[in-house]
């Protein structure tokens, strides 16, 4: 019933060449051809056009919240001989999320391309690296990968002979989940305190340093060189309408084959779980869906008939995108137990600039341990989902919203287990 | 001009402004924690959520779309916006926690947020009483806590710096003092650490926060988190009067609440002016109280063949009027001093002159690299400029010596300045003269002078200091000398509880009271001792006389220093100049 040909389908991200990691088969295959087209006629290829040819081709930004890429390029405001730049997330924090990293580790390139393209349509001189700490070997291969590309002059003063030039500069974190936010991202590249900024001023006015900034997913960037290689046509007819292209899916939990796969974008949810992970461990039934990481809404096993990996479906179905990083509970799964460790993760990781979510998470994380270790009551179910609604859209970032929606949508979609769990103790009538 | 409806009053505004400080300049309420209007805006707080709207424009027209009975269609945020960072733009509708259900139900839910870590020992907190969460959790909080869990347990006693202690557990994250260091006295000493419900402010490993105006984050945290290592655990706010008064420890002179109990001085906070300190002062200023409380001469002191004897009033007045009988005025040095109120050193040079001797001098304590920039000054003294605009003659440090080993000089009267312990002078060279000092603490000079007489601390009489900007503030008594009396002293103010006579009445005990007078009215007594027409009645005739005899002085008065938080005296001549 699927009415998309992912059987068909070629992989363009992380093409099955070998040694496509190395520059020289990386140019061999066709790489870094779209940056010389441009750069060899640059009448022909304004940034205006670029970045025009990047929002007709309907590219979302593949780090969670799905804008429009070219749209968010075209905010940068007209050059004034400043400093510009672009800070690509490669952060990839959030639980169940680890497609970015295929990419550092198997295209490089292609995302270096495709921020070189970035810069030139945004007229930046500078790309920032941001990559999580934790992904030290990682970083050692985009360190590579960008030494290469400088040496071939593809980075550096006057790329390929043009008057174009830019740097690019690899970045570590220091392991904070909310260095992924990318206005504390830009605090943490300012050497700063991760702590998210007041919006606004909006990147685009005020970013890095103060200046205008533009924040992309390493995913988004790495699939420009294929929009400008093929055309925005081809990009768009690619997988669902309203959120189109190639998209990295990351699948994990309680399935035979979990791993990165690239595929179209509006997958059915249950051809990805049954026949590109082939099912889940042992033949069991499907509990729960995260579909995007793990701040996204769960869904139930049995709310899945045709829900596709698309914006719009998943948000008629309760849930978001998010980073399609998607996550299977199988029957066996405690929802209880999930739900803790879920809880725990954002505890662990508030920031603890704004008060509602500093305290709230820590607050959600303790009464789920309670109802965990059976000692919670019914009263401290609705007392749950009254701090998710104190919490929800009370703060400078989203990080209260993510650690509020778990709590608030696996209660409500779970209730039956949470109930049965905290019905030990329920008081009899004095 | 631009409009805004706040709970649906109208009201005007005129370029950018945020909503929360529009709001407080009303005159409003809005409970906040981590603003503060001279630092940056980090809306961590969240407790100053207002509902905003703005009204629909259409752009075909340009006019604002209206609804069918006429009134504008306002579009709101979905979410509640925080005051303190939302810009007021034209046509804006703010519903606070006077109109708005939602906004009363966002404040409670964030103040049951910040109170479920916060430890409830407010009976033994220094915070007390002057404590914004304890106000407002009162006035927009829960009745009671769900929270049924282990608090956050975090660092308690830390010594932050030599006068800043950090209780972690009460600190609420608001960044201000973090804040502090990094925009206002820019040492950068103070970071959050740590992550989520366990952060709170510290210094970097091995580092001390010794920053010279430490203590104002003591002043600006909302919570008990930051205490002063001086004042912590001596007294309760209630049991405080406070008095505006000015920093005498330094030329700047900030302006400040002196707060007494039982005629001492517990503490000295600065008190917001903007031309001259804002909200801030140097720690070195809030240790005054040491010279108002410790050391102090009590009685007039003679010295008898070495030895210091307590003396009567009328024993020392006798004793000097002999000796002044006995000099010509070419042989009476008239020293006064920067430490001094204009108006003693005033009557000081008018008595002198008087009596033939017309030039009264002054030496002037500028230590030179010692001052900031900021609120340190090189000049140590409060009233320099006072004297140059009273015109005594500035005598450098080292002239001053030679001018007493000279024997030009038989008498010296040295008002409030300590000639012997800042080395101007050995008590060698000044065996040979006849030396009476006027001052409020004993020290090298008081100990070496024939008479010594007690005179009254910038906060036990009414006095006009001129700081180094040339901008004149005057004090007020904030506490009683034997002579004074609070409830005939109509300058004096009076804490909450402070009634006379109820059992919260602190000023009980008469062991603190000083037994000196104002310098001006020894020498009205002198006067009458040597049968001199010679006569002031109270400080504000001296002020008024000095604002109509000297240019620099003209058209001040009492009233206008404590409405305009002072005169600026030089700019003033400007002003003069440029009418002429």
């Known amino acids: 019933m699927s ?82 730049y672009i800070a690509a997330n490669g952060d990839e924090s959030e639980p169940g999320t680890f497609k970015d990293r295929v990419i550092f580790e198997y295209n490089p390139h292609t995302f270096i391309e495709g921020s070189i393209i970035a810069a030139y349509a945004m007229s930046v001189s500078t790309v920032y690296v941001y990559i999580r700490g934790e992904y030290r070997s990682w970083i050692r291969m985009m360190e590579k990968a960008v ?34 936010e990318e206005s504390s991202l830009m605090e943490s590249l300012e050497g700063k305190r991760g702590y998210p900024r ?63 796969y690239e595929y179209p974008t509006g997958m059915l949810i249950s051809e990805l779980i049954n026949d590109v992970a082939l099912g889940v461990r042992g033949g069991k039934k499907v509990k729960a869906v995260i579909p995007g990481g793990s701040s996204t809404p769960p869904l139930r096993g049995d709310s899945l008939e045709g829900v596709r990996m698309d914006s719009d479906s998943l948000r008629e179905a309760g849930s978001m995108l998010g980073t399609a990083g998607m996550c299977i509970l199988d029957e066996d799964t405690d929802m209880v137990d999930f739900l803790w460790r879920v809880s725990h993760f954002y505890h662990h990781e508030s920031c603890g600039q704004c008060t509602p979510c500093r305290e709230g998470t820590g607050w959600l994380e303790k009464t789920l341990l309670k109802i965990k270790n059976g000692e919670g009551t019914t009263r401290d179910l609705d007392l749950l989902l009254d701090i998710c609604g104190q919490m929800e859209g009370r703060t400078i970032c989203a990080l209260a919203d993510a650690a509020a929606w778990p709590v608030r949508y696996t209660i409500n979609r779970f209730r039956d287990e949470f109930e049965a769990r905290v019905k030990n103790t329920v008081y009899a009538l004095a | 001009m631009a409009e805004i409806f706040i709970d649906n009053n109208r009201y005007e505004f005129e370029g950018p402004t945020k909503v929360l400080q529009f709001i407080l300049d009303q005159g409003l309420e809005l409970p906040f924690f981590c603003y503060h209007p001279s630092l940056s805006i980090p809306a961590n707080c969240r407790q100053c959520y207002v509902e905003a709207g703005q009204p629909v424009m259409n752009r075909e027209t340009g006019k604002y779309e209206v609804d069918e009975e006429g ?72 009745e009671g806590s769900r929270f049924e869990h282990k608090k956050v347990h975090k660092p308690k006693r830390i010594q932050l710096g030599p006068r800043v202690v950090l209780d972690a557990e009460r600190c609420i994250n608001c960044t201000r003092c ?23 402010p510290v210094t970097a490993p091995g580092t001390e926060f010794d920053d010279p105006y430490s203590i104002n984050t003591v002043d600006i945290c909302p919570v008990g988190a930051l205490t002063s290592s001086d004042f912590r655990f001596k007294a309760r706010v209630w049991e405080m009067s406070s008095t505006p008064s000015l920093d005498i420890t330094n030329g700047k002179g900030c302006s400040v609440d002196v707060w007494t109990r039982d005629n001492l001085v517990m503490r000295i906070t600065p008190r917001h002016n903007p031309h001259i300190n804002d909200y801030w002062m140097p720690d070195a200023g809030r240790e005054a109280y040491k010279i108002y409380n410790e050391n102090r001469i009590s009685r007039p002191d003679l010295n008898i063949d070495g030895d210091k004897v307590k003396s009567s009033w009328n024993n020392a007045l006798l004793t000097i009027a002999e000796n002044l009988d006995t000099v010509k005025p070419s042989e009476i040095l008239v020293l006064g001093s920067g430490y001094g109120s204009v108006e003693d050193n005033y009557v000081l040079g008018k008595f002198f002159s008087v009596l033939g001797q017309e030039q009264a001098h002054f030496v002037p ?6 001052g900031d920039n900021f609120l340190i000054s090189d000049d ?20 001053i010596n030679k001018e007493i080993t000279s024997g030009k000089y038989k008498t010296i009267i040295v008002l409030q300045e300590d000639i012997v312990g800042r080395n101007l002078i050995t008590t060698q060279d000044l065996s040979n003269v006849f030396m009476v000092y006027l001052g409020t ?37 904030a506490k009683e000398t034997v002579y004074t009396d609070r409830r005939i002293n109509l300058e004096m103010s009076m804490g909450r509880l402070d009634h006379f006579g109820t059992r919260f009445d602190n000023w009980v005990s008469d062991k603190n009271k000083v037994d000196c007078i104002p310098a001006w009215e020894f020498f009205v007594r002198l006067a009458h001792e040597m049968n001199k027409e010679f006569q002031y009645n109270d400080v504000r005739e001296i002020i008024s006389e000095i604002s109509l005899t000297n240019k620099h002085f003209s058209g001040v008065s009492y009233e206008r220093m404590d409405n305009e938080l002072g005169i600026d005296l030089v700019n003033k001549q400007k002003e003069e100049l440029n009418l002429a």
């Not at chain 1, 970045?51 to 590219?59: Q, R």
């Not at chain 1, 205008?212 to 060189?225: D, F, G, K, Q, R």
């Not at chain 2, 502090?180 to 709170?200: A, P």
């Open chain 2, 71 to 142: 009134n504008r269609v306002i579009r709101f945020f979905p979410k509640l916006m925080t005051a303190c960072s939302l810009d007021a733009t034209d046509g804006m509708v703010i519903k606070t926690h006077v109109t708005s259900e939602l906004v009363r139900r966002g404040q409670k839910d964030v103040l049951e947020f910040i109170l479920i870590n916060h430890p409830l020992d407010c009976p033994i907190c220094d915070q007390a009483g002057e404590c914004p969460l304890q106000i407002q959790t009162y006035k927009y909080g829960p």
């Open chain 2, 441 to 477: 603490n004993n020290n090298d000079t008081s100990r070496f002078a024939n008479v010594t007489i007690p005179v009254t601390t910038a906060i036990e009489h009414v006095g006009s200091y001129v700081n180094v900007d040339g901008r004149v503030q005057r004090s007020m008594p």
């Open chain 2, 365 to 370: 304590n500028i230590l030179a690299g010692t």
């Open chain 1, 198 to 260: 007041v919006k606004p001023p909006f990147p685009a006015q005020k970013g890095l340093w103060g200046r205008p900034t533009t924040i992309n997913n390493i995913e988004s960037l790495a699939n420009v060189p294929l929009i400008m290689n093929k055309g925005s046509e081809w990009f768009k007819n690619i997988g669902a309408s309203t959120h189109p292209g190639p998209l990295l899916y990351g699948i994990s939990g309680h399935v035979n084959r979990p791993g990165v």
């Open chain 1, 147 to 180: 030494s290469d590309a400088y040496e071939k002059g593809y980075l550096g003063k006057n790329i390929l002979g043009s008057t174009f030039s830019v740097d690019m500069i690899v970045h570590s974190g220091a392991g904070a989940y909310i260095c992924g």
């Open chain 1, 3 to 84: 009415s998309i040909d992912w059987k068909s389908y070629t992989p363009t991200l992380i093409p099955n060449i070998k040694d496509y990691h190395k520059i020289d088969v990386y140019e061999k295959h066709g790489g870094y051809g779209a940056l010389k087209k441009i750069l060899k006629d640059p009448s022909a290829h304004t940034p205006e056009s670029v970045t025009n040819a990047v929002k007709d081709s309907g590219l979302r930004g593949r780090g969670g919240a799905g804008f429009n890429t070219g749209l968010k390029w075209s905010f940068m405001p007209k050059p004034d001989g400043g400093p510009r």
């Open chain 2, 178 to 200: 973090v804040r502090f260091t990094e925009e206002v006295s820019k040492s950068n000493q103070l970071t959050i650490v740590q992550r989520g419900d366990k952060n709170y």
């Open chain 2, 380 to 399: 140590q003294a409060p009233n320099t400029n006072g004297c140059r605009f009273l015109g005594f003659n500035e005598l450098k440090p080292d002239s």
